[in-house]
């Protein structure tokens, strides 16, 4: 657990910076309550809990419902105070609002208040064999059949294929739903429910961008679509209300913030795009958190990919306000490469320590890392991939791993800034990025040279939470932040400065190692039999035994070093 505090010279009194606002920002690693002067946008305290993931089976990931709720109680309570230590009034902050992790998957019984399991993670993979039976429903069975309703994929990501595993997987399940009590909801739900009174006239409420992740909304209509619930068999009693992104929900019943109302609910990234004020067609950001996420926003227009990114809703700051969408490209692993790196491979103590093992390499020394732990997101989408690493030599040592996990994060954005604007015909001129991994300087200076442009990193890396706080502030009857009279964030540039030749060069060898990462989990229906097995397995050239051996010998040596 963690807590920060606004300081200043002469120190703050009540009142005196005006209103605030407090945002929720519950994510998949931590849950943070952070509390924001609406006129400056300055972060004045936050206190922040890690949530811990349980990986039941592999590819697999879950998290406690009731710790999630727990972690934002415990978050409130502490910045509440923190601001009476700077003697704040936080009878100052006006509303709240929330971002969340998105389709990570919550369903409980709305007569008791009980989770019915525990949350299912978007980045959790089970639903494979549940992808690739909807699949068989569709003509052909294309993934994108679906795309023109809802904007997305048939895949393992969103929330309606999470939803549809556990009516089938999950007696308990099945049965609070056949007596008319299952409340289904993303992590945004689960919270407004409860801090709106839960079995006491609780709210079962969402907003469009986090709808816009379930493949339930039409996203033409922002309402649920009778025809995608019929398709997924999932019933729409279950499904909560949907609003806009900036609204008052509904107050809180209890704590120290008892009658503050909750008025702004954004997904994450898409928080993240208006706290860095991409709120104009054709700006674009970038999250680098356990997964990596880049929101172009396309205005009043839905753009359909052809390239393998996302439509989905950007915001719609009120009731009354125009819906604004965007183009997504989805990157599933990103600073969970680095977590591997520590937990798995002892490679480095904290994640922290990844940029100071990658400095005493000049590059990878031609390794090169796919991260597909459970297959690819955007632009591929493919379930089949697992993870690879490429161009190993005796050579090789945990610092060239180290730089070509950070690389990694950096290809996966390339592929996406080219499906953009392959989608768009736009170029960008400028990445605006943030997220937990930007504070790694290789990281970002990485990424403006394998994307060939500059790369604005804000001085107040809050983006995430202050674009919630904004919609909160700001919507109908709160009113205390003015969206019209935005400072723009101060920013460390990075430009690249590496040769066009050597870009797309390390960028070819990245597209190779792609490639063989494919086709390597094989439909459950076609898993070998113990000779196939035999048989694959003597078909295997010498040199990729060695390239394996040589792996597994570098890291036993570093283990055994440190």
Known sequence: MSSGMWSASNGPVSGRL????????????????????????????????????????????????????????????????????????????????????????????????????????????RTASTVDAVLKETPGQNKDYLKDLCGLPITTYFSALKLRWLLDNVPEVQEVAEKGNLFFGTVDSWLLWNMTGGLEGGLHVTDVTNASRTMLMN????????????FFKIPMSVLPEIRSSAEIYGY??????????????????????????????????????????????????IVQSDHGLLTTVAYKLGKKAPTIYALEGSVAIAGAAVRWLRDNLSIIQSSADIEKLAKTVKDSGGVYFVPAFSGLFAPYWRTDARGTICGLTQGSTGAHLARAVLEAVCFQTREILDAMQKD?????????????????????????????????????????????????????GIEVWDLTKLTPLTTDDFTPAIMPEEREMRYEKWCM??????????????????????????????????????FILMVASHLHRS
Not at 219 to 230: E, F, Y
Request: hydrophobic fraction near 40%; include cysteine.
């Open 252 to 301: 809180i019943t209890d704590g120290p913030l008892l009658g503050i109302p909750i008025s702004g609910v954004l997904g994450d990234q898409q928080a993240a795009l208006v706290g860095q004020m991409c709120l104009s067609r054709g700006q674009a950001k970038n999250t680098y958190g356990t997964g990596c996420f880049l929101l172009y926003n396309t205005g009043t227009q």
């Open 513 to 550: 190692a792609v490639k063989r990462c494919m086709d390597w989990e094989l439909p459950r229906d076609k898993q070998p039999g113990p000779d196939q097995e035999y048989r694959l397995l003597s078909s295997v050239p010498p040199g990729l035994f060695l390239l394996s051996s040589c």
């Open 219 to 230: 996203i033409t209509t922002l309402k649920w679509d009778a025809n995608l619930c019929k």
């Open 424 to 476: 768009s015909g736009i170029t960008l001129n400028k990445l605006q990025v943030d997220g937990g991994m930007t504070g790694n300087n290789i990281l970002m200076q990485l990424q403006a040279d394998i994307a060939g442009v500059p790369v604005a990193r804000p001085s107040m890396t809050e983006t995430t939470s202050l674009g919630a706080a904004m919609a909160a502030g700001a919507a109908e």
């Open 18 to 125: 005006g209103p605030l606002v407090g945002a929720v920002d519950q994510g998949t690693s931590s849950t943070r309550f952070l509390v924001f002067s609406a006129n400056t946008g300055e972060v004045l305290t936050y206190h922040q809990e890690e949530v811990a993931q349980i990986y039941p089976n592999e590819g697999w990931v879950e998290q406690d419902c009731n710790g999630l709720l727990k972690s934002v109680h415990t978050c409130i309570e502490k910045a509440v105070e923190n601001l009476k230590s700077l003697e704040i009034d936080p009878a100052d902050i006006k509303a709240i609002g929330i971002t969340n992790q998105r389709e990570t998957t919550i369903v409980w019984d709305k007569t008791t208040g009980k989770p019915l399991y525990n949350a299912i993670v978007w980045l959790d993979a």
